[in-house]
């Protein structure tokens, strides 16, 4: 007997159109946001987001506490300035920056001093400082034109550390105008041409060792090794004692060595030239490099600071 089935479909429920709104809900969410406002919740959760401007401030040491940490000892200074100094035996290890370790290398003692001065609103940027040794040695911290700061020895101006070469005719020499004339001149393409008062002095512009000296078509000349990869030349020169050279390969000189004389007559002059890691280098621009302000700008920075 066949069996038939038939579709079974079940009664659907009526869907209204409108849900009850939940009232009593909403009044008590209301009243919790109300009183989480009143006792402050929102401005506590607002603090503890990472929010730029909302990191916690910590307070950077003191200077006083800085010094002390390096184991030196702690001066307050007219000028909202301090200093920090430190006896300087075998080690340099407490000595808080490179360029203190360097000077502090530099002592010829058993013990040196060396004291930092430096505005107490940011001690790492020093403005001064004095190393008292056999003899006491002062260095300037001075801004330049382009904002850049540069350690200079307070006593010579020159750029320390460094070369600090010294005119070989001090006093005794001439300036010579801007429009002089080198035409017809080849030699003078590798060297320069100083003018100075007859019979005056000539020294190294650098202690060093002597390379060669002798005569040449020039006249006299002296060679010398100044180490830093520099060396000079200085021909021309004149010698009272005309049948004798005083100077051989490997004797030292200084400063302050004679090495000869100008020429005793009007307009005389010597030759000089120097090279740097082999190349020439022009004596007025080699003198500049390494001396980078002047006498006049170095008194009235020492004013500023109150040196």
Wanted: aromatic share 12%; proline share 6%.
């Amino acid at each position: 007997m066949p069996v038939e089935f038939s579709e079974y479909r079940c009664k659907r429920k009526y869907k209204s159109g409108s849900h009850k709104f939940p009232l009593f809900r909403l009044i008590l969410l209301g009243v919790a946001l109300l009183l989480a406002y009143r006792l402050g919740f929102f401005s506590m959760v607002v603090e503890m987001l990472p929010l730029p401007g909302a990191d916690a401030v910590v307070d950077a040491p003191s200077w006083k506490v800085e010094c002390e940490k390096n184991s030196g000892k702690a001066f307050e200074l007219d000028g909202d300035l301090g200093q920090c100094s430190w006896f300087v035996r075998d080690s340099m290890a407490e000595l808080p920056n490179s360029f203190l370790r360097y000077v502090a290398s530099r002592r010829k003692a058993s013990v040196s001093t060396i004291h930092w001065v430096a505005p107490i609103a940011d001690f790492s940027r020093g403005l001064f400082v004095l190393h008292d040794d056999s003899v006491s040695s002062a260095y300037l911290h001075i801004p330049m034109a382009d904002s850049s700061m540069v350690w200079v020895d307070a006593s010579t101006g020159c750029r320390f550390p460094g070369v600090c070469p010294e005119q070989p005719l001090g006093w005794s020499s001439l300036s010579i105008s801007e429009d002089f004339d080198f035409t017809g001149q080849e030699a003078l393409l590798a060297m320069d041409k100083l003018h100075g008062v007859g019979e005056a002095p000539v020294r190294p512009i650098l202690p060093g060792t002597i390379m060669a000296a002798g005569k040449d078509s020039l006249g006299y000349f002296v060679e010398i090794n100044h180490g830093y990869n520099v060396s000079s030349k200085m021909s021309g020169l004149f010698r009272y004692d005309r049948d004798s050279i005083l100077f051989s390969p490997g004797d030292k000189v200084d400063a302050h060595t004679l090495v000869g004389r100008i020429a005793p007559k009007d307009g005389a002059a010597i030759y000089l030239t120097i090279r740097r890691n082999g190349h020439f280098v022009r004596w007025n621009d080699f003198f500049a490099e390494s001396h980078p302000v002047d006498s006049v700008k170095i008194s009235k920075f020492k004013e500023q600071i109150g040196l």
